[in-house]
């Protein structure tokens, strides 16, 4: 079970604003990563984030180039998970593959306000936003196995 605030975006948030790409090239510490996590969209989501903490968002999450900096920037700035109405397919793969929750639950987006703590119960598939429970399709096995190794190459160095 996880507990956070949300920082809540809209529709379309692609990763040149998750991740600016003027960095792409220059910033590759996943430690360094998280100076520049939402810079342009939200100038003080880096002064603000702390571990534990929620981005949510419309729909197409994560469209644009496959940038997996976008990924890592937000894990290690703390995130938990990313809760969107939909994902691009490529950056929820780069979630999963390092490690971080992505979940696709429109009814959240709509019950969760920016700033509101929320609990997130992934064994039972339930968000509580407010007095709301809303919840969402089980994580496969085969994900949680990925998530709760650390991401998918810890998975493989692991199970080989």
Do not use: W
């Not at 306000?113 to 709301?132: F, L």
């Amino acid at each position: 079970m996880f507990k956070g605030k949300v920082f809540k975006y809209g529709d379309d948030i692609n990763t040149d604003v998750i991740f600016p790409g003027k960095y792409t090239y220059t910033v590759s510490d996943p430690e360094e990563m998280v100076n520049y996590a939402m810079e342009d969209l939200d100038p003080e989501f880096k002064k603000n984030v702390k571990p534990g903490d929620f981005v949510v968002a419309g729909k197409n999450f994560g469209c644009g180039s496959s940038r997996e900096q976008a990924a890592t920037c937000l894990k290690m700035s703390g995130i938990t998970a990313v809760i969107a109405v939909s994902f691009s397919r490529i950056y929820f793969r780069n979630a999963i593959n390092n490690g971080m929750l992505a979940i696709t639950c429109p009814e959240a987006v709509d019950a969760i306000e920016d700033k509101m703590e929320i609990i997130v119960d992934v064994e039972k598939g339930i968000i509580k936003a407010g007095n709301k429970e809303i919840k969402f399709p089980p994580i496969p096995a085969s994900v949680s196995e990925i998530l709760n190794n650390g991401g998918l190459i810890p998975h493989l160095k692991k199970n080989l």
